[in-house]
């Protein structure tokens, strides 16, 4: 009979059955001196996991190389590994070696290498964050390794000079320790006795120097990594600040350039949108603008009764542009190139007299006439606080009025009512 499962479920099976070994193995060895059929249930177990895992490559490989093993096959090692683990060594050779056969249940270990397989499982859950990602495989890890370390520490008695008379008490104590002595801080209040346990602790030290020097500086990472955008922040701000202080800026332009950048990082969180779009395919990409353009649509009439196809060609070509208290958006008498959208900010349109016309709020956009009777500014716009405006240029709105009629109707009305407020 073939047992039949999916790649999924049989990696989950082998996780499972990897971290059941992983316990049950140093703990039958330590503490347990009468455990038959358990054993037997054990050996089985894997066994049966072995041709699940094997039986349809073992299938092809008789097939194809006609029992023929190539030494250089990338999947040997793995395969030597699995059948060494799969083996019933105990059940062979305990009529030989007596209880000593038992030892031979180490071997049953090399199953762990499988929990590294929790790596492919998360590889599916899309909506997991990728710091999650890396954390979850430690917390599979990092506990066995304790485990098969203290297990170790109470077999060669526990600190204590002799071998006999394992407690359950001491399996706590063995945990203790193994922490301690992984991570390299060992208080000295358990230490060795015996030379056995002392080389024991010395190779536990050594392994403790790479592994948990390789978990803490991960987890490290990762913590920091947890608000890289704040961190990348930070890092563009000390350079920043470094160019100030080496070309002597005064005072007063430092604090506007630090204000500056205060209000991108409570605005946008120090993300360039464009950036992470420009690496989305076009179906994703038009979606994801749409969405972080939705309050312009919104907000801004024009667009918030328009053809959503059209709409969609607009949002994918809107270019961000960030403003500072009194900067020009442009002048009167300039050549129209775009038009604007205003997110966030008020905008002050000035006759080029240099009378007020106009105060522009969020929802709001300017800059259309000029594009549509192809004259230059007759006004000029300038920010009167922070703005987040949207530029839409003209060779883009060219292109939309042609493909569509009813909203070169719409803008023309709006240029006409705006020639008339003189407004630009």
Not at 313 to 320: A, G, K, R, S
């Amino acid at each position: 009979m073939v047992v039949r499962t999916t790649s999924i479920e049989l990696s989950l099976i082998n996780i499972a059955a990897s971290l059941g070994i992983g316990i049950w193995i140093p703990l039958r060895l330590v503490f347990f001196d009468q455990a038959f059929w358990v054993d037997v249930a054990i050996e089985l177990s894997v066994c049966a996991l072995f041709l699940i895992n094997y039986n349809r490559r073992i299938a092809r490989t008789i097939k194809e190389r006609n029992w023929q093993i190539i030494v250089d096959d990338p999947g040997l090692w793995t395969l030597g590994l699995d059948t060494l683990a799969a083996a019933p060594l105990v059940g062979i050779l305990y009529p030989v070696l007596g209880k000593q056969a038992l030892f031979l249940f180490v071997f049953k270990l090399l199953m762990l290498r499988h929990l590294f397989k929790v790596r492919d499982i998360l590889d599916l859950f899309d909506s997991l964050h990728p710091i999650a990602a890396r954390l979850i495989p430690l917390g599979f890890i990092v506990p066995v390794v304790v485990h098969l370390v203290s297990c170790g520490w109470v077999f060669l008695g526990a600190g204590t000079v002799g071998l006999s008379g394992v407690r359950r008490l001491d399996y706590i104590r063995g945990v203790y320790w193994a922490v301690t002595t992984l991570a390299t801080v060992g208080y000295g209040d358990i230490s060795p006795k015996t030379p056995l346990q002392m080389a024991y602790a010395s190779l536990t030290m050594i392994v403790g120097v790479g592994f948990f020097g390789y978990v803490l500086s991960n987890v490290a990472s990762l913590l920091a990594r947890m608000d890289a955008a704040r961190e990348e922040h930070l890092a563009i701000i000390d350079r920043v600040e470094a160019f100030m202080r080496y070309n002597e800026v005064p005072t007063g332009l430092r604090h506007r350039i630090r204000a500056y950048y205060r209000y991108l990082w409570d605005s946008h969180k120090g993300y360039d949108n464009n950036e992470i779009l420009n690496h989305l395919p076009p179906r994703l990409r038009s979606e994801v603008s749409l969405f972080l353009n939705k309050d312009v649509i919104s907000k801004v009439p024009l667009l918030r009764g328009a053809d959503q196809e059209m709409v969609l060609v607009v949002v994918m070509h809107l270019e961000p542009l960030v403003l500072v208290p009194d900067e020009k958006v442009f002048h009167a008498g300039e050549p129209g190139d775009a038009m604007y959208f205003i997110q966030n900010g008020a905008v002050e349109i000035v006759g080029g007299d240099g009378h007020h016309i106009a105060t522009l709020q969020e929802g709001s956009f300017f800059g259309e006439t000029a594009l549509l009777t192809s004259n230059p500014r007759n006004a000029t716009a300038r920010a009167t606080t922070y703005c987040d405006l949207f530029i839409l240029r003209r060779d883009t709105f060219s292109s939309i009025l042609e493909r569509y009629p009813r909203f070169e109707k719409t803008m023309r009305a709006a240029a006409d009512e705006r020639t008339d407020k003189k407004t630009a």
